[in-house]
């Protein structure tokens, strides 16, 4: 078991802090046991991977709504209970720091040193008007759910989160 | 149990789950085969987590110690 590369998939679908943390707490302690990890962002789950700010890509005038109101980085996202207007993930994530847990970033920068792949849904982005320039440069791969199945066939563990 | 020789330690005290396991992760790379690496964490998940990593990884789990609050786990890179 222990020489043999296991591999683990996971879809992240929520653009929630809580989930996103579930998804890579989970990630980077797949990464540290040794497991060759893959993240699919798709639909909300897009928020996680986003920069923020003005977007340079073309949009049609309802994808400008959507990008106005779908707001969130991974920095700033809402949590899936007690987000009360943004709030709560404050609160969350002062909790966090007082108990010196690890924060989305930082568990997305060690997710990075531990070579964790992202691939961002191409089908999500479409509908949203998300273009690659508006994502964070880590992204590895733009692709679709064949892509992730491939991976997902060879894998040990796959979640939807 | 009482007396486990190791090669190197680390601390993890007041860090939770995965951080523990991730620095373990990096430490155990930066050392040589057959060498013990000793973890000092106060969260009791460690005495749970760290046997699992180490079989996962095919590295060794030597066994760990409860000093009231405070776990010490010892880990051998195989």
Do not use: H
Not at chain 1, 92 to 108: G, I, R, T
Not at chain 2, 34 to 46: C, F, K, R, S
């Amino acid at each position: 078991m222990a020489d043999e590369k296991n591999k683990i998939t996971l879809i992240l679908f929520s653009g929630e802090m809580d989930k996103a943390l579930a998804c890579f707490t989970l990630a980077t302690t797949a990464a540290a046991m040794g497991f060759e990890v893959t993240i699919f962002f798709t639909f909300w789950g897009l928020n996680v991977l986003k920069k923020g700010g003005i977007s340079t890509g073309k949009k049609t005038f309802l994808q400008k709504m959507f990008w106005f109101l779908n707001k969130g980085t991974k920095e700033k996202l809402p949590l899936t209970k007690f987000n009360f207007a943004g709030a709560g993930p404050e609160m969350m994530k002062l909790l966090m720091k007082q108990k010196k847990m690890a924060s989305l970033p930082d568990l997305m920068a060690s997710a990075r040193e531990m070579k964790v792949k992202y691939i961002a849904c191409t089908t999500s982005c479409g509908v949203m008007g998300v273009d690659r320039s508006d994502l964070i440069a880590e992204v590895d791969e733009m692709a679709g759910a064949a892509t992730y199945l491939a991976e997902a066939k060879g894998s040990n563990v796959n979640l939807f989160i | 149990m009482n007396d486990i020789k190791f090669d190197k330690e680390l601390d993890c005290l007041g860090l939770y789950c995965p951080v523990p396991i991730m620095k373990t992760a990096q430490v155990i790379n930066t050392m040589k085969s057959g060498e013990v690496l000793e973890v000092i964490a106060d969260d009791i998940g460690i005495l749970k987590d760290m046997p699992a990593w180490a079989m996962t990884t095919g590295n060794g789990f030597l066994g760990a110690k409860t000093e009231g609050d405070i776990y010490k786990v010892y880990v051998k890179k195989k």
